[in-house]
T-cell receptor
Framework: QKEVEQNSGPLSVPEGAIASLNCTYSDRGSQSFFWYRQYSGKSPELIMS????GDKEDGRFTAQLNKASQYVSLHIRDSQPSDSATYLCAVIAGGSQGNLIFGKGTKLSVKP | NAGVMQNPRHLVRRRGQEARLRCSPM?????VYWYRQLPEEGLKFMVY????????ESGMPKERFSAEFPKEGPSILRIQQVVRGDSAAYFC????????????FGPGTRLLVL
């Protein structure tokens, strides 16, 4: 059973701080990794995709991938109350036809 | 450029009825994926389709569920003889190319079975 694990939280950070979200995955053959944000009652919205080891930055968001450790993270700089949401880690497992395997999500709360 | 469209946004059915959920992918996208999100659960893959073809249905329950993506028109997820356990949010996603292209999600259909 291919799995994606996330700490369910809630993760609470003060406004302006860095929020760090972590994810591990079980399938060593996984090649593609995504972070989605989901507000309550809404659909998932893509934040970042990452395919290679290392860091990828986009505005206030930085994704990090370490395939050897089967670990992917998302860091949000200068966190805002509007960043309060559930963050979903998703992986396309090796050998699959391309469906996303999602973690259960980490709930982030940014306090003003 | 319109995003992924799903309708209806909310659907109420009584046990034993049929539910039909529709998904129109983003313009230029020919790959459609259906996912289900049960209350307090993560998103689970159901089926992956291209026009007129089912590519992967490994996540579909063996009975009562079917999906299609005809040459013309939206993709349809059909649930026959619904039960209370089918109550969930059903999301459709689309991509322009196949994996590992990014999948963009529609607003979802919230199905409630009474």
């Amino acid at each position: 059973q291919k799995e994606v694990e996330q700490n369910s939280g809630p993760l609470s950070v003060p406004e302006g701080a860095i929020a760090s979200l972590n994810c591990t995955y079980s399938d060593r053959g996984s090649q593609s990794f995504f972070w989605y944000r989901q507000y309550s009652g809404k659909s998932p919205e893509l934040i970042m995709s990452i395919y290679s080891n290392g860091d990828k930055e986009d505005g206030r968001f930085t994704a990090q991938l370490n395939k050897a450790s089967q670990y992917v993270s998302l860091h949000i700089r200068d966190s805002q109350p509007s960043d309060s949401a559930t963050y979903l880690c998703a992986v396309i497992a090796g050998g699959s036809q391309g469906n996303l395997i999602f973690g259960k999500g980490t709930k982030l709360s940014v306090k003003p | 450029n319109a995003g992924v469209m799903q309708n209806p946004r909310h659907l109420v059915r009584r046990r034993g009825q049929e539910a039909r959920l529709r998904c129109s992918p983003m313009k230029g996208h020919s790959h459609v994926y259906w996912y289900r999100q049960l209350p307090e659960e993560g998103l689970k893959f159901m089926v992956y389709l291209q026009k007129e073809n089912i590519i992967d249905e490994s996540g579909m329950p063996k009975e009562r569920f079917s999906a299609e993506f005809p040459k013309e028109g939206p993709s349809i997820l059909r649930i026959q003889q619904v039960v209370r356990g089918d109550s969930a949010a059903y999301f459709c996603a689309s991509s322009q190319q196949g994996p590992p292209e990014t999948q963009y999600f529609g607003p979802g259909t919230r199905l409630l079975v009474l």
